[in-house]
């Protein structure tokens, strides 16, 4: 089965139950290779507008992920935990929640750029990161594993 884009729905095409449900699957079949924040660093990225385009909607999406994923077991999540995952993955870009949930009958017309446009801006500024001064070492720990960086001298 294969959705194509045949319009636009921008009204939150989940619900907030689908994306809570997505983020306890992502957690425990996705994030190990995709990331705890969708940031991925073993396997490609789940996060931004130029990652949300590569998918064009929420069924191009679900058409890969659904085939293809996790990589060990391909298909084996099944058609609800897909759709949560894919919930989860649209309000971690930016996207609300509305009060209709994401079903197979309407996820083609579901345009995820359309959907995590909004809230892409304020995640984008949210998550910006700290100008670091020139000679200035107090490196965030998450850049260091929890390391202190050696003091060099001059």
């Known amino acids: 089965m294969t959705f194509a884009s045949t319009g636009t729905i921008v009204a939150a095409g989940f619900t907030e139950e689908q994306a809570k449900a997505g983020e306890t699957a992502y957690q425990s079949n996705c994030s190990q290779c995709h990331g705890i924040r969708l940031e991925g660093p073993e396997a490609p990225a789940l996060f931004g507008q130029d990652i949300m385009g590569n ?76 100008t670091i001064e020139a000679g200035d070492t107090n490196v965030p720990q998450a850049f260091t594993w929890g390391k202190e960086l050696p003091k060099f001298k001059k």
């Open 55 to 130: 998918w064009d909607t929420a069924g191009g999406l679900y058409d890969f992920i659904s085939v293809a994923m996790p990589p060990a077991e391909p298909g084996k999540l099944g058609e609800e935990t897909y759709l949560n995952i894919i919930a989860y993955v649209m309000q971690k870009n930016g996207a609300s929640a509305g009060d209709k949930a994401l079903t197979t009958a309407d996820m083609a017309s579901v345009e995820l750029v359309a959907e995590t446009k909004d809230g892409a801006a304020q995640l984008a500024q949210a998550n910006q990161e700290t």
